[in-house]
Structure formats: C-alpha cells, structure tokens
C-alpha cells in the first residue's frame, strides 16, 4: 500500500517494473544499432512506480506503528482488499487491531475525473459516512497518513517533469516533479520524489502545502521484494516534521489475486462483511 493518493501511505497503477522497449538507433556514423533501449520518460518512470505500488488486484495486511512527540508508539493492524486490474479500481481497508477500531471500514471508489469517493463504516454506531472531498486531507485515524494517502495513484492524474539527478541509500535515483493536472484536486500542490531507475522504487517523495515540505514518505530499499512481476516495498515511513511525527508502515503478508469480485466492493459488504471472507472471496492467491 503505498500511501500517496491521487493528488497527493495505504497500504500508500504503475507500468509493470519491466525494462524500456528496445528499438532502433542511429550512431554519430549513420549506422543503426538494433535493440537499444529507448529513452524512458519521466512520466513512464513514474507509471512503472505506480504500477508497482498499485498495479494488479491484492490482499495486503499491514501495521501502522506511529509515535509522535516522544509519546509511546500506537499501533493499527488492517487488511487491504485492492481490485486495480479494471479500471476504475476499487478498495475496501478494514482494521483488525487494537480493538477500539477493529472492524472499523473505509471503502474507496476510484473516479476518473473527480475525486474519489470514500465511505467510512463505524460499527460501534452502525453509521456509514461519505466523506466530503475536503476531508481527504484529514489524518487517516491518528497515522500521518492522510485519507488521500490510501487511494490509488495514476499517472495520467499528473503533470510529470524532470527534476533532477539524485541519491539516497547511497543509489542513484532520478528526481521527478509531480503537479496534479487542472480539474483534479489535491491537498499537495506538488510533489517531488526520487525513483531508482532500475526497479522504479520511488525511494523517498517530499509532499508540499504552501511552498514547504509538509510530509516525507521513505521506502527502504532492502526491504522491497519481488512479488509477481513488481516490486512490493515491505517497509515504508511517512513523518510529518512540523508535527514531530511518523508512522512505520509494515507489510506483514502481500498476496496476488486474480479478478476479485466487485461485488466484495459495494456498501453493503462494507456494513455487513469482515476481514475473513473479504479475503476467502477473493480468490487463491496467484503468488
């Protein structure tokens, strides 16, 4: 889950991680050499990373370790339902732990040219609410992640631009900048990351509010794994500076499904379902 949203950590679709299509080049002497690489763009490095943090339909259970101000650590285990293989794609989030939330549910319904809806099941009160598109910004309960931070992100959402060259984990990374395009709406009004070229992990992406960077979201290199074809991080953290905050967010079991029902989907299952048959209806696991 990769917590960037559409405009802007959960578990936060990109081009599968596969290297650039090969064609034909002319050298300095007029000669064609076969089979060179052809120049990625920046969009398409970021379409691959989406597609990485996005891509295909999944079952993910995380934890969500956060600490702030030198306050002992909280911690949220849920599972993510993810359908991202038809567009437009679909996610159902249901908490396991602690048991103040356990069962609390948000479901996510991606639109194409407007904000996505979010609905917010709160079983201790049997309420469903549908949040407002001003409340994406809000924290994602108690996380430094924000609600945005959890829906999925498309490239075709932003105007991508080269930025620069960079380096972090002491890997070479290229610098890209991200502005969500007119007629969408974010609460960042840019962001700016570093994606390794190679497997198209975004190593660490800045979010900005007022011309300063409000959040800062790492992904450990080491501790991204193959899964299928795309690289999976297992370990990524989201601090908020100003607040003194950050949330760990631990991937404790990834699976690969194929075609999961859009009926799991709906606001029905999302009032009467749970984490259990949420995951048996979705299929065996492909991976």
């Given at each position: 889950?990769?917590?960037?949203?559409?405009?802007?950590?959960?578990?936060?679709?990109?081009?599968?991680?596969?290297?650039?299509?090969?064609?034909?080049?002319?050298?300095?002497?007029?000669?064609?050499?076969?089979?060179?690489?052809?120049?990625?763009?920046?969009?398409?490095?970021?379409?691959?990373?989406?597609?990485?943090?996005?891509?295909?339909?999944?079952?993910?259970?995380?934890?969500?370790?956060?600490?702030?101000?030198?306050s002992r650590e909280m911690?949220?285990?849920?599972?993510?339902?993810?359908?991202?293989?038809?567009?437009?794609?679909?996610?159902?989030?249901?908490?396991?732990?602690?048991?103040?939330?356990?069962?609390?549910?948000?479901?996510?319904?991606?639109?194409?040219?407007?904000?996505?809806?979010?609905?917010?099941?709160?079983?201790?009160?049997?309420?469903?609410?549908?949040?407002?598109?001003?409340?994406?910004?809000?924290?994602?309960?108690?996380?430094?992640?924000?609600?945005?931070?959890?829906?999925?992100?498309?490239?075709?959402?932003?105007?991508v631009a080269w930025a620069?060259?960079?380096?972090?984990?002491?890997?070479?990374?290229?610098?890209?900048?991200?502005?969500?395009?007119?007629?969408?709406?974010?609460?960042?009004?840019?962001?700016?990351?570093?994606?390794?070229?190679?497997?198209?992990?975004?190593?660490?992406?800045?979010?900005?509010?007022?011309?300063?960077?409000?959040?800062?979201?790492?992904?450990?290199?080491?501790?991204?794994?193959?899964?299928?074809?795309?690289?999976?991080?297992?370990?990524?953290?989201?601090?908020?500076?100003?607040?003194?905050?950050?949330?760990?967010i631990i991937t404790e079991?990834?699976?690969?499904?194929?075609?999961?029902?859009?009926?799991?989907?709906?606001?029905?299952?999302?009032?009467?379902?749970?984490?259990?048959?949420?995951?048996?209806?979705?299929?065996?696991?492909?991976?």
């Amino acid at each position: 889950m990769w917590c960037w949203l559409r405009g802007g950590v959960l578990s936060i679709g990109l081009a599968i991680a596969t290297a650039p299509a090969a064609v034909d080049a002319v050298d300095e002497e007029g000669q064609v050499a076969v089979g060179s690489p052809a120049p990625e763009s920046a969009a398409e490095l970021v379409d691959r990373a989406f597609r990485n943090l996005y891509g295909e339909d999944y079952v993910q259970v995380m934890t969500l370790a956060t600490r702030a101000r030198g306050s002992r650590e909280m911690k949220k285990r849920l599972q993510i339902t993810r359908r991202q293989s038809v567009r437009p794609g679909k996610a159902l989030l249901r908490f396991l732990a602690p048991a103040t939330i356990r069962r609390t549910s948000v479901l996510v319904l991606e639109n194409e040219r407007a904000p996505d809806d979010l609905y917010v099941y709160l079983p201790g009160v049997r309420l469903t609410r549908h949040l407002s598109a001003s409340q994406r910004s809000d924290s994602f309960f108690g996380t430094d992640l924000s609600y945005e931070d959890v829906e999925p992100k498309r490239v075709e959402d932003w105007e991508v631009a080269w930025a620069d060259e960079g380096e972090a984990y002491d890997r070479p990374c290229a610098l890209v900048e991200l502005r969500v395009r007119e007629g969408l709406e974010s609460a960042y009004e840019r962001t700016r990351s570093c994606i390794e070229r190679e497997r198209a992990i975004i190593l660490w992406s800045d979010f900005y509010r007022h011309g300063s960077v409000l959040k800062r979201l790492e992904i450990d290199p080491e501790q991204v794994k193959l899964v299928g074809n795309r690289y999976i991080p297992f370990l990524m953290t989201m601090t908020t500076p100003k607040m003194r905050s950050e949330t760990r967010i631990i991937t404790e079991s990834y699976d690969l499904r194929e075609a999961i029902p859009d009926e799991l989907f709906s606001t029905w299952n999302l009032e009467v379902g749970d984490a259990r048959r949420d995951r048996t209806n979705a299929g065996s696991p492909t991976f």
